[in-house]
């Protein structure tokens, strides 16, 4: 694995509620090299947005980051100003919503909003501006690039709004591209579409991409590298393939069960049994272990450690031996 571009250590955040302290990330470990798309996959509330959130510094105001380091390439994020943040976001770091609803401005044509975006983290006029907009929608496929720039987000399908989405985020030729649920809000056509695309994209600009998706199913068409969260933990990291194939830690076991097979059609899928556990009062030793079906009595006493195995793979399960 070529040197990662984006590379999260040992990362904890909190946020302070009137019930006590979420612990909503207790040491989340991950790393992307360019070219590379990681998909960070868990249910929801195991922490993905958060980890995104975090990465951006756009946590809500309630939220800290009390622990750990991010970096892009060498310099380490939590040491930026939020002006030299700013910058960056705009250059080098981009970030794709979930639900292009709330990211658009309703009262400003999609041109407006994209021009704007290119003017102010490019410093170009807006003849120059207009035309990178045109560029970045023909880079996603969005048909008539000159007439969509003239509507507005109400006047688009929510396949189309969630390509503006993605073109605005790619405007800026960013290194990295952080992509939460980018495709929850549109049908599997167009999802498969907008897949596609950004494969394609992420291939020719050697773009680093941190997809967040709670389908496993999403992964296995798309990433190179997963890793598998789970109540603020990265529980399994590894190759897309070799997760696949052969999974070690059980709640991984128990998302690949549940992703839809051709001979499961009109069965009941399996499911992990149990909910995220109350992140307030976390289960002490591993997290997982009051849902576990090979949990064990130090299960519930220690922390399991994560396991580097080799091939690129790391385990946080006391059933894993390094
Ligand atoms: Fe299950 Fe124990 Fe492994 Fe946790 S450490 S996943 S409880 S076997």
């Keep these: 694995m070529s040197a990662p571009l984006l590379s999260v250590q040992d990362l904890c955040v909190h946020f302070d509620t009137y019930d006590g302290v979420v612990k909503a990330l207790d040491g989340v470990n991950l790393e992307i090299p360019g070219g590379e798309m990681f998909g960070l996959v868990g249910e929801t509330g195991c922490g993905k947005s958060v980890t995104a959130l975090s990465i951006m510094r756009l946590i809500p105001e309630n939220g800290r980051i009390v622990e750990g380091k991010i ?8 040491n930026k100003t ?34 704007d975006v290119i003017m102010i983290h490019q410093h170009v006029e807006k003849e120059e501006a207009t035309r990178r907009a045109v560029e970045a929608f023909k880079l996603v496929a969005l048909a008539d690039p000159d007439k969509t720039l003239k509507l507005y987000p109400h006047e688009l399908s929510g396949g189309m709004q969630q390509r503006v989405m993605i073109a605005m985020a790619l405007s800026s030729d960013p290194d990295v591209l952080i992509a939460d649920e980018p495709t929850s809000s549109v049908d599997v056509t167009i999802q498969a579409q907008l897949l596609k695309r950004l494969l394609e994209i992420k291939s020719a600009r050697r773009l680093a991409i941190l997809l967040i998706t709670h389908s496993m199913g999403i992964v296995a068409e798309t990433c190179d590298e997963v ?40 069965k009941r899928l399996p499911m992990v049994r149990g909910t995220i556990p109350d ?38 399960c006391h059933l894993v031996k390094r």
């Design 71 to 78: 970096f892009f390439r060498a310099e380490n994020l939590l």
């Design 82 to 115: 939020e002006e030299e943040m700013r910058r960056l976001r705009g250059r080098n770091i981009s970030m794709i919503f979930q639900d292009p609803t709330v990211s658009l401005n309703p009262v400003f044509t999609v041109g407006q909003q994209i021009v």
């Design 227 to 266: 890793g598998v969260m789970y109540a603020g933990n990265v529980v399994e990291v590894g190759p897309m393939r070799d997760v696949l194939k052969n999974p070690l830690h059980p709640y991984t076991v128990g998302l690949l069960e549940a992703i839809p097979k051709p001979q499961s059609r009109g």
């Design 279 to 316: 992140l307030i009062n976390r289960p002490p030793g591993c997290t997982f272990h009051p849902r576990c079906s090979y949990a064990m009595e130090i299960c519930g006493v220690e922390k399991p450690a994560t396991a580097d195995i080799g091939s690129g793979r790391q385990v946080a």
